[in-house]
């Protein structure tokens, strides 16, 4: 099988060259088709991902949010820790809505080889909403709603006299053994999932419950094979933003220098000094953990006396890049992850959506 990468503008593909039917649309293959992936070509298909987050289309929108909501929670969000718990949720409301289209528009890319637009994702986000962010929520919630009878109804008997401790203990004991092991195991096997999950919410039908259980049986159907690409992809993920904060390090040590370099005429025992004073300011200024680890680098010490303020704004520029570019990264990992392991459990090539304007769908050209 010709493993081509069609994101990167192979000739063959996992899905947009798999074979087509008379009618155009790529032809139904099952699972015990010799031109399904082998192990090897999947698990580089999952590291080649971080090729998709150089397309401009998907990195500088992610530039721009993160930028954004870098000056909402350092700029304008006040110190506080009602506010601050009220800004995460709404960054975190942001971010997941923005993970559809991303996903959307790589897995189209990387099923088809063609290019979706803006305004069709975002179609995507507004027909799947319901599926994008209740279907990862599906797996906390049924355990919540599973233990509560358990806990409450340890409670209320607790409260009976005499007897309230003896019945509390054998309700946590029988019956409570086994819904603590049943929601036990939809954790354990759905929070796992949940970058299926999320992947199945945008490409899938508006349904939470069947965004839900795609990502869990696709895990606990291929359970060593997910986390086989899931490594793989983490891997080139880590090389792809090691490269690119490589690329946008340069970019901005040139701009700083650059301010340098305009000031009338000085000899470098002057210049440099300062100039190096900037390049430590920057590395602490790019922030480069934000949001995980914000403030990971020291941002403490006096500006330059000629870039401080070329240097801070370039060492943001920089760092948002990165967070924007890992973020990417790991939204396309998903979209390949999810479409490959479709592809071998049920025999859907990733080629085989509907047109970007019927939204995404699964069915056999008749």
């Not at 698990?43 to 909501?69: D, E, K, N, T």
């Not at 606990?220 to 983490?234: D, Q």
């Not at 680890?293 to 330059?304: D, F, H, K, M, N």
Request: proline share 7%; hydrophobic share 55%; glycine share 12%.
């Amino acid at each position: 099988m010709n493993s081509a990468d069609p994101a990167a503008g192979g000739s063959g593909s996992y899905g947009a060259e798999a074979g087509s039917t008379a009618c155009g649309e790529p032809r139904r293959m099952t699972a015990d088709r010799e031109d399904l992936p082998t192990y090897a070509e999947a698990a580089a298909a999952a590291f080649r991902s971080p090729r998709q987050a150089w397309s401009p289309g998907l990195l500088l929108p992610a530039w721009i949010l993160s930028l954004i909501l870098w000056a909402f929670w350092e700029k304008v969000l006040p110190s506080g820790d009602l506010l601050r718990a009220g800004g995460a949720g709404i960054s975190i409301l942001v971010l997941w809505a923005f993970s559809c289209p991303i996903i959307a528009m790589a897995s189209w890319h990387f099923g088809r080889g063609e290019k979706m637009a803006w305004s069709d994702s975002l179609a995507i986000l507004r027909s799947r909403w319901v599926a994008v962010f209740g279907g990862p929520l599906f797996a906390p919630t049924a355990a919540l709603v599973i233990a509560a009878p358990l806990l409450g109804g340890a409670f209320a008997l607790g409260t009976i006299p005499w007897a309230g401790k003896f019945l509390a203990a054998a309700w946590i004991i029988l019956p409570g053994m086994v819904l603590a092991l049943l929601a036990a195991g939809i954790l354990l096997l759905g929070i796992p999932a949940l970058p299926l999950i999320l992947a199945a919410g945008c490409l899938e039908g508006p349904f939470l419950f069947d965004a839900a259980s795609r990502g869990m049986s696709y895990l606990r159907s291929r359970p060593l094979k997910f986390l086989a690409l899931l490594a793989s992809g983490i891997l080139g993920s880590a090389m792809g933003a090691a490269v690119f904060a490589l690329f946008a390090a340069t970019v901005a040590g040139l701009g700083i220098l650059a301010a340098h370099l305009a000031v009338p005429a000085a000899a470098p025992a002057q210049w440099l000094p300062a100039l190096l004073q900037d390049l430590r300011l920057a590395l602490g200024a790019s922030d480069i953990g934000w949001p995980i680890l914000p403030g990971i680098l020291s941002r403490a010490g006096p500006e330059g006396a000629a870039g401080g303020g070329a240097a801070v704004l370039a060492a943001v520029l920089a760092g948002r890049g990165l967070t924007a570019f890992a973020a990417v990264c790991l939204l396309c990992l998903c979209a390949r992850i999810y479409l490959l392991l479709r592809w071998e459990i049920d025999g859907e090539p990733p080629g085989s959506q509907l047109k970007a304007r019927e939204g995404f769908g699964w069915r056999e050209c008749k």
